[in-house]
């Protein structure tokens, strides 16, 4: 494996699931510079980023809209987090649903 694709593994491994590190091993191997390039420009969500905001204001869907899921925010909102039960829920869940969403947007776009 090559530097730049040890240095890209290293600064982008938060983002992903785990189960799903050798897949990304295996795309970062065969980038050529520009589709490195085109890696930093992909907007790419912080799975710490939204736990924070999960438990800062988790039951306005404030967690939910940040990762894309507009749909499940409004419904959030609407319901106060599911009478607060759908918020403790994101609590435990909210990382891997970020790194989940992060990994398919990169395999759509790459």
């Known amino acids: 494996m090559s ?19 050798m897949m990304v091993k295996d795309k970062f191997e065969t980038f050529d510079e520009s589709k490195s390039s085109m890696l930093y420009t992909l907007c790419l969500k912080d799975p710490t980023m939204a736990l ?19 749909g499940l925010g409004i419904v959030k909102l609407l319901t106060c987090g599911g009478c607060g039960i759908w918020t403790i829920i994101d609590y435990f869940l909210i ?16």
């Open 52 to 70: 924070i905001l999960s438990i800062v204001a988790g039951g306005l869907g404030v967690d939910r809209f940040y990762i894309g899921d507009t």
């Open 3 to 21: 530097d730049r694709s040890n240095m890209l593994l290293m600064t982008y491994s938060k983002y992903f699931p785990e189960e799903s590190m």
């Open 95 to 110: 990382m891997k649903v970020t790194k989940e969403k992060n990994f398919e947007k990169f395999i759509t776009i790459m």
